[in-house]
């Protein structure tokens, strides 16, 4: 699981693997990783699914969250090697800058855990997906409700917080 967003609020990004457990889910008979990021406030950035729990998977999650931020000033991680070495390399192939400040904590993650913990709470009643696909477009509703929840999707045209659920999914899906 992985974290990551810059926001208004600041330029520092609590980035990391879910700690205790990692946030795993089956799909068809194997274990499939949910990474995720979130800004200091809370705010939720992005989110991967991915097969592997590796150096591979936490790059590509790295990248894509960053792709449409700015570069975090901090990064916070938990103690999953792979997770460091990820960032390790991408300094050192210059995708990240050599003064983004790496941290391993595992207070500062409890806000990426009360973050996901919604989600958590969707998924374990269904006892996992039989594609890929259908556990990629689940969680997606899922994270687009709690952007929702949040404030985090603009609502202001369609009359803000008095918009109908119907009226917020209708325009959510056509965007």
Not at 53 to 75: C, E, G, H, Q, Y
Not at 134 to 148: H, R
Request: aromatic fraction near 8%.
């Amino acid at each position: 699981m992985f974290f990551l967003k810059l926001s208004s609020t600041g330029n520092s990004a609590r980035l990391g693997f879910d700690a205790h457990p990692p946030t795993r889910l089956k799909v068809h008979g194997q274990w499939a990783y949910l990474y995720r990021a979130v800004d200091k406030a809370g705010q939720t950035v992005d989110f991967f699914l991915s097969r592997n729990r590796d150096v591979n998977a936490a790059k590509l999650f790295l990248r894509s969250a960053m792709k449409n931020t700015r570069v975090p000033v901090k990064i916070t991680l938990d103690a999953y090697a792979a997770s460091h070495r990820a960032v390790r390399e991408m300094k050192e192939d210059g995708e990240l800058p050599c003064r983004v400040k790496v941290r391993s904590s595992q207070y500062l993650n409890n806000l990426m855990e009360q973050s996901h913990r919604r989600v958590k709470q969707r998924l374990r009643p269904m006892l996992g997906f039989k594609r890929f696909d259908n556990a990629l477009v689940t969680i997606s509703g899922i994270e687009l409700a709690e952007k929702i929840k949040k404030g985090q999707f603009k609502t202001g045209k369609l009359g803000g917080r008095n918009a109908t659920m119907s009226e917020l999914w209708s325009a959510a899906l056509s965007a």
